[in-house]
Structures are given as C-alpha cells and as structure tokens.
C-alpha cells in the first residue's frame, strides 16, 4: 500500500498531528479539490479530506505504523499519554508490543513492534 485517504473535520489540525506525531510532510498546495497531500520519509502519502457530515467508523477499524523496536514504541506510548491523547489498547509482551491511540478526529492508530 502505498497511500491512505482519510476524512477529516479539520485539515489544520490534522495536518499539524500527522506532521508532529509521524513527521509527514505536506505538499504546499492543497489539490484542485481542496485534499491535502503528506508524504513521509518512506513514500508514504497519506491524502485529508475535509468534509462536514460526523464521521462514523466500525469499532474495528484503526491502522498502523511499524517500530523498530519494543523501545520505541513504549517511548512513542509514553509521548502520546504525556500529551493527552486518548490511549486505547497497550500490549507488551515479548513478541509484541503496541499502543493504539485516537487521532482528533477518532480514527484509531497503531504504533506497533513484532520481531521479524
């Protein structure tokens, strides 16, 4: 996969928690359509969509980024819960270690570490 599109309530906000907690990067335009396109490091693009109607998602639904190690997401944990974010789900087991945590507009994300 190559690319997400997400529905949001507020593109600004959204642009400033995805650059701040995943380092993406925005396009300096927004698309003829008004999408705003961010990339990360790895080619990534991850596409906002403003829209007005509530968004409503299955209890399911979340997605995810890999970490290097358990370290790392412990930290990333300890960085989401310093500031407040409504933290999920935590796993730390020997084999996997997690923490899901909501974006401002609810979408679940995953920040997570298993061996290879």
Do not use: C, N
Request: hydrophobic share 40%.
């Amino acid at each position: 996969m190559d690319h997400l599109a997400l529905a949001v309530s507020d593109q600004a906000r959204s642009i400033v928690f995805y650059t701040h907690y995943f380092g993406f990067v925005p396009e300096a335009e927004p698309r003829e359509d008004g999408v705003r396109i961010l990339h990360d490091d790895a080619g990534f693009s991850l596409a906002l969509g403003e829209i007005e109607e509530p968004i409503v998602l299955p209890r399911f639904f979340h997605f995810g980024r890999g970490a290097t190690s358990p370290d790392e997401v412990r930290a990333f944990r300890d960085r989401v819960d310093a500031d407040g974010l409504e933290i999920v789900e935590e796993w730390d087991e020997p084999d996997y270690v997690s923490v899901k945590f909501r974006d401002p507009d609810g979408y679940v994300i995953e920040v997570g570490w298993e061996p290879e």
